[in-house]
């Protein structure tokens, strides 16, 4: 156990550390009138340092005890007393090993191609554990107890109505924060308020049709090198369209969200991401005991030198573009621009609440993480159901063409894509690029009949509502994109039974930007290609923090 992995031990630390120099000045005082001295070294010093290290071992043990036993054992007879029943939880690591183990059980076979049934692949424990419990039963993960939600009423007071109760805990960023960053997705209270509304002006629906354009020309540059391909191959050539889609958003998002003085540091921190993500997914098939991610094995050296190379790079950008020419200080309603504009600005807020530039470092790798790995996400499963559906890849091209009649896609003109819009959703539905949700109470709340205690954690599987027959009918797990014909504000169908972008105050911010970059790429591919399955492609969908094919997607291209 480091002492940085426990906030509060340490503050005891420093404090300790102060009370032992002001210990070492009383007794010095009363050594020197009494005279004694051992070699020049006072008897005082060396009995203030050792009262100072047994209260503070004291001190750090009762904290770690409070923490790691003391307050899950509290946790665990507040559930049970009100009847929650669940898996037994191993001590220190909870169900962690399960979990892992059933993962990864599920993951040694592939599917069968055109087999949409993943929830038993992705989440093999929460089918056994709910058809063992019922719907609402407690796991845990580590010390951390999760209760499922998946019952509408019990979902609004999370999302909606008591919001304000929850938020993310500390064993949820210290889980996410190697990839994430600790920017506003793992922001609570006041400090999220803050952050949400500093952000939220560069996702205006105004600011995005500016950034059309952009994007057009990014999807241009990588259609080109496709052409050239093609042109050496006989009409057609197999391509893993995953890997070309995570280079597209990327390149987008730099140029949308931080400006093109910023592009090569941009790949920069990109590939750091993708070694950074490689690590993530080795810790994961780990099973971990506190404190174990401190210990200098190699891949935690490895963590720490990407980690260090990351914050080196994004302080580039963020240098470069507070230099920039007149090209960037024009679009200062960039987000970029506007965090930078916030974190020069004279605060008058509290320290609690300050924008600074250790912030601004965080807030930007979140962007860079988010901001493209779940749209080349919803790109790449929908490009494969359109290959599996010839039915609905036409009719979608029909549509872009009759909208669009062979022009670049512009602003104005997205949202008369009907059938388009109903395709992504049913892509979200059947595979969400964030499957899960997590939802940690700040402080006791009452939730339906449930008294919870502060630390409970709410997980929502947006995975298994979104292939809930109850919800969706006995054709849950079928690619039907005619079940979104109305649209979602009319449709009788509960709000809350599709939850792709989350719901209520905390809904994703980058919503809006990242289906209109979706449509805009669609549009360029379907006016160009055609895609089929390539017979190389292996059905593996796999789940990190992301839901994503394990073996990429490679797929047969040809021009239309
Ligand atoms: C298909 C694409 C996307 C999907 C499916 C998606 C999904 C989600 C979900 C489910 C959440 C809630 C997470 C939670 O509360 O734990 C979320 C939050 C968030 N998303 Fe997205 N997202 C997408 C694209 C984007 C893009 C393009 C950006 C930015 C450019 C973005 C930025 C964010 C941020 C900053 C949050 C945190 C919001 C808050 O807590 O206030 N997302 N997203």
């Not at 790691?68 to 049970?80: D, E, S, T």
């Not at 999220?192 to 105004?206: C, M, V």
């Not at 509502?465 to 979104?484: C, M, Q, S, V, Y």
Request: charged share 20%; aromatic share 10%.
């Amino acid at each position: 156990m480091h002492i940085s992995d426990h906030p509060a031990a340490a503050a005891s630390f420093f404090k300790m550390f102060d009370f032992t120099h002001k210990l070492s000045m009383i007794i010095d005082h009363i050594a020197i009138h009494n005279n004694i001295r051992t070699r020049g070294v006072t008897v005082s010093v060396l009995l203030a340092v050792s009262t100072a290290i047994l209260i503070l071992a004291c001190n750090a043990t009762f904290k770690l005890l409070r923490y790691y036993c003391l307050q899950p054992w509290a946790l665990v007879r507040a559930l049970q007393a009100q009847g929650l029943k669940g898996p037994v939880p191993r001590f220190l690591l909870g169900n962690i090993s399960q979990i892992v183990e059933t993962r990864n059980e599920m993951e040694v076979y592939d599917m069968e191609i055109g087999d949409h049934n993943i929830l038993s692949r992705i989440c093999p424990y929460y089918c056994q554990w709910s058809a063992e419990y019922g719907k609402t039963f407690v796991f845990w993960w580590g010390t951390e107890p999760r209760i499922p939600a998946t019952d509408s009423e019990i979902l609004k007071e999370i999302l909606f109505t008591k919001s304000e109760y929850f938020g993310k805990s500390s064993i949820q960023l210290k889980g996410g924060v190697l990839l994430l960053g600790n920017g506003l997705i793992f922001a609570n209270g006041t400090d999220w308020a803050k952050r949400r509304q500093i952000i939220a002006p560069a996702f205006h629906i105004e600011k995005l049709k500016e950034m059309v354009p952009l994007i057009v020309n990014c999807t241009s540059q990588m259609l080109r090198t496709w052409d050239q391909v093609l042109k050496t191959t006989e009409g057609s050539v197999e391509m893993d369209v995953c890997e070309q889609f995570a280079g597209l958003t990327s390149d987008v998002i730099v140029q949308t969200a931080f400006g093109s003085c910023c592009f090569n540091n941009g790949k920069k921190v990109f590939q750091l991401l993708k070694s950074l993500e490689r690590i993530y997914t080795e810790y994961n098939r780990r099973i971990w005991l506190p404190g174990c991610r401190f210990l200098p094995t190699p891949l935690n050296r490895e963590a720490s030198r990407l980690q260090q190379e990351m914050q080196g790079s994004l302080k580039a950008i963020i240098e470069a573009r507070n230099k920039c020419d007149n090209e960037c200080s024009s679009r200062t309603n960039d987000l970029l621009g506007l965090l930078l504009a916030e974190s020069n600005k004279n605060h008058i807020y509290s320290t609690e609440q300050k924008f600074g530039a250790k912030e601004l470092v965080e807030e930007c790798r979140t962007f860079f993480f988010v901001g493209h790995e779940t749209t080349y996400l919803l790109l790449t499963w929908t490009i494969m159901l359109l290959a599996l559906h010839p039915y609905w890849q036409e009719q979608a091209r029909a549509e872009v063409m009759e909208v669009f009649k062979g022009r670049d896609p512009q602003a104005d003109l997205l949202n008369k894509l009907k059938i388009v819009g109903m395709i992504f959703n049913e892509s979200l539905r059947l595979y969400p690029p964030a499957p899960t949700l997590l939802r940690t109470a700040l402080s006791d709340v009452q939730v339906g009949s449930l008294h919870v205690p502060k630390g409970t954690t709410f997980w929502i599987p947006i995975l298994a509502i979104h292939h809930d027959p109850t919800l969706w009918g006995a054709d849950a797990n079928e690619f039907k994109p005619e079940r979104f014909s109305e649209s979602l504000g009319n449709s009788s169908r509960h709000l809350l039974s599709f939850l792709p972008f989350s719901s209520g105050p905390r809904i994703c911010v980058g919503q809006t930007f990242a289906l209109t970059e979706a449509k805009v790429v669609l549009v360029m591919l379907l006016q160009n290609y055609k895609f089929w399955v390539s017979p190389k492609y292996r059905h593996a969908p796999t789940s990190m923090i992301t839901l994503k094919p394990k073996y990429g997607m490679p797929m047969i291209i040809e021009k239309v």
